[in-house]
């Protein structure tokens, strides 16, 4: 088998596997799917909603490489990326993704970070200079069914050249409402 045809292979069956995940994207022309690190998401305030991905996806800038399948992070797995989006409404509509900013808890729009985790979960790189959009396409509230798609660039934090830009990202998964207590 050609290298092409062989990379074309594993694209779809890294691709075909993924579509049971929460989220899934091409980052930088790879296949990239992750599951949820708290499970069922739970709205707390506001009709707004936070979530972290997690993945186990072999990433270039890991210290030492996993000799294990790649599972997403369905069940237990050692971490090697994370996505986090943050302050998503819980209706239909496009929203632009805003510069992520620590100092500022009110963040006006979607906020996100991506980083590359190493040996013990460290983080190696952080991404938080985010530029984008999210479109949540269908959002059910008597079943929780939450749909949507995006497309996000992040920029290295330091200044630095570095970027990874997540395309046709999709999102899938269920919401359940819990009152702050």
């Known amino acids: 088998m050609t290298s092409k045809a062989s990379l074309l292979f594993l694209l779809i069956v890294c691709g075909s596997c993924s579509t049971s995940f929460p989220i899934r994207a091409s980052l930088d022309r790879s296949a990239w799917f992750a599951s949820l690190s708290n499970g069922t998401p739970k709205i707390y305030q506001d009709d707004k909603l936070s979530l972290i991905f997690t993945t186990d996806l072999s990433h270039p800038e890991l210290e030492e490489k996993t000799t294990s399948k790649a599972t997403g992070c369905k069940g237990k797995c050692r971490p090697t990326q994370s996505l986090l989006l943050s302050n998503i409404p819980l209706q239909p509509g496009f929203y632009r993704i805003a ?12 906020s996100g ?17 985010a530029d984008g959009w999210l479109q949540i396409t ?3 509230t008597t079943t929780g069914q939450l ?11 330091n200044d630095g050249s570095r970027s990874v830009h ?7 998964f269920l919401v359940k409402k819990k009152q702050l207590t």
């Open 113 to 129: 970070i991506y980083s590359a985790l190493g040996v013990e979960q460290v983080i190696t790189r952080n991404y938080e200079r």
């Open 166 to 172: 997540f395309r046709r990202g999709k999102l899938n």
């Open 138 to 140: 269908q959002y059910d």
């Open 147 to 157: 749909k949507g798609k995006f497309d996000i660039r992040f920029q290295e934090n």
């Open 99 to 110: 510069q992520s900013r620590p100092d500022s808890i009110a963040n006006m729009g979607i």
